[in-house]
């Protein structure tokens, strides 16, 4: 080892070639396998990651794809599809609906048949029974040991604690009245009396359950006819966007257009009146997208589907002025 040092001279040892030569001489004489660095391959690692960089950079500045843009508004075809499922589902309440009512209508003109004193009882009975529905209602809502919501917030003092104890007790008894009441009319009723009775109480719950589900019906149908424009506007941008040239610019270019456009003025209507919306479509263009009516009265939504859709047909050419913004 001092042999091999002492044959490197000083002026040699400053030389990157004679150290390099120095080092193979080294590297031979004692048979030690020279490694060189991989250069090449820590060039290449080099390339690699600045390329994995430089793509998290290129999607941090986009973030979007038409799903994050869009959220949760389903489909046109999703949508559709539900109100076709709302139509068949009425149809079939509304059938169902007529011919509990049609059978309603026939107990009752079997309890005309009646006598009057039966027709009587029919009457009384179903008023006691309506009462003592009432009386548990409010005996459930009032307290006891249900722990309602009402009965723990309306307690604030041992005051309160005592009344609601007694307006338990107090309702406690007049359900037993009602009950023996009832009772006491069922027994005076004949079998017919009691069984169109029952009858009629089950057709009228039916009708009740009918009547709710179609209102309940009539409600998402209102809720889908009027997110169904906006679902078909992210429908038009998403095939606009796969199929057109500019694709999706960022949201930060979108917020400096509208800016420029309108001061991210959704209602904005321009001094002449031709431009208006958040994005100044003028009405020709409007409708090229998809939209009617007023763009100004169409939801912020609405508005930013049919900018997105008209952008990846035609780029910033629509907007002279601000489309600058979003290159």
Same mark, same amino acid.
């Given at each position: 080892?001092?042999?091999?040092?002492?044959?490197?001279?000083?002026?040699?040892?400053?030389?990157?070639?004679?150290?390099?030569?120095?080092?193979?001489?080294?590297?031979?004489?004692?048979?030690?396998?020279?490694?060189?660095?991989?250069?090449?391959?820590?060039?290449?690692?080099?390339?690699?990651?600045?390329?994995?960089?430089?793509?998290?950079?290129?999607?941090?500045?986009?973030?979007?794809?038409?799903?994050?843009?869009?959220?949760?508004?389903?489909?046109? $075809? @999703? /949508?559709?599809?539900?109100?076709?499922?709302? #139509? %068949? =589902?009425?149809? *079939?309440?509304? &059938?169902? +609906?007529?011919?509990?009512?049609?059978?309603?209508?026939?107990?009752?003109?079997?309890? $005309? @048949? /009646?006598?009057?004193?039966?027709?009587?009882? #029919? %009457? =009384?009975?179903? *008023?006691?029974? &309506?009462? +003592?529905?009432?009386?548990?209602?409010?005996?459930?809502?009032?307290?006891?040991?249900?722990?309602? /919501?009402?009965?723990?917030?309306?307690?604030?003092? %041992?005051?309160?604690?005592?009344?609601?104890?007694? +307006?338990?007790?107090?309702?406690?008894?007049?359900?037993?009245?009602?009950?023996?009441?009832?009772?006491?009319?069922?027994?005076?009723?004949?079998?017919?009396?009691?069984?169109?009775?029952?009858?009629?109480?089950?057709?009228?719950?039916?009708?009740?359950?009918?009547?709710?589900?179609?209102?309940?019906?009539?409600?998402?149908?209102?809720?889908?006819?009027?997110?169904?424009?906006?679902?078909?506007?992210?429908?038009?941008?998403?095939?606009?966007?796969?199929?057109?040239?500019?694709?999706?610019?960022?949201?930060?270019?979108?917020?400096?257009?509208?800016?420029?456009?309108?001061?991210?003025?959704?209602?904005?209507?321009?001094?002449?009146?031709?431009?208006?919306?958040?994005?100044?479509?003028?009405?020709?263009?409007?409708?090229?997208?998809?939209?009617?009516?007023?763009?100004?009265?169409?939801?912020?939504?609405?508005?930013?589907?049919?900018?997105?859709?008209?952008?990846?047909?035609?780029?910033?050419?629509?907007?002279?002025?601000?489309?600058?913004?979003?290159?």
């Amino acid at each position: 080892m001092k042999t091999f040092l002492r044959s490197v001279a000083p002026d040699d040892i400053r030389s990157g070639g004679s150290l390099d030569a120095a080092r193979s001489e080294f590297h031979d004489r004692f048979d030690i396998p020279e490694r060189r660095p991989p250069r090449l391959r820590v060039f290449v690692g080099l390339l690699a990651v600045l390329g994995v960089l430089s793509g998290m950079y290129a999607l941090a500045a986009s973030a979007e794809t038409v799903e994050d843009l869009r959220g949760d508004i389903a489909t046109g $075809d @999703a /949508l559709r599809a539900e109100l076709t499922g709302i #139509a %068949a =589902e009425r149809a *079939a309440r509304l &059938v169902a +609906l007529t011919s509990a009512e049609a059978q309603l209508a026939e107990v009752l003109s079997d309890r $005309d @048949a /009646l006598g009057d004193d039966q027709r009587r009882l #029919a %009457a =009384e009975i179903e *008023a006691a029974t &309506v009462n +003592l529905e009432r009386l548990a209602v409010e005996t459930f809502i009032t307290g006891g040991d249900t722990g309602s /919501l009402e009965y723990l917030a309306a307690v604030g003092d %041992a005051n309160d604690v005592v009344w609601r104890r007694t +307006l338990v007790r107090s309702h406690a008894g007049s359900s037993k009245i009602a009950i023996d009441r009832l009772r006491a009319l069922r027994g005076l009723a004949d079998s017919s009396v009691i069984e169109t009775i029952e009858v009629a109480t089950s057709l009228r719950f039916e009708i009740g359950v009918h009547e709710r589900v179609l209102e309940g019906l009539a409600d998402r149908e209102a809720e889908i006819l009027a997110v169904l424009p906006l679902a078909e506007a992210w429908d038009r941008a998403a095939i606009a966007i796969a199929s057109g040239q500019y694709g999706i610019a960022p949201a930060e270019k979108w917020e400096k257009l509208r800016l420029c456009e309108s001061t991210h003025d959704y209602q904005a209507i321009s001094p002449s009146g031709l431009y208006r919306g958040a994005y100044q479509f003028d009405l020709p263009t409007w409708k090229t997208v998809g939209g009617t009516g007023d763009p100004a009265l169409a939801s912020p939504e609405e508005q930013d589907a049919r900018a997105r859709e008209l952008y990846a047909r035609r780029g910033p050419q629509p907007w002279p002025v601000c489309g600058r913004f979003l290159e």
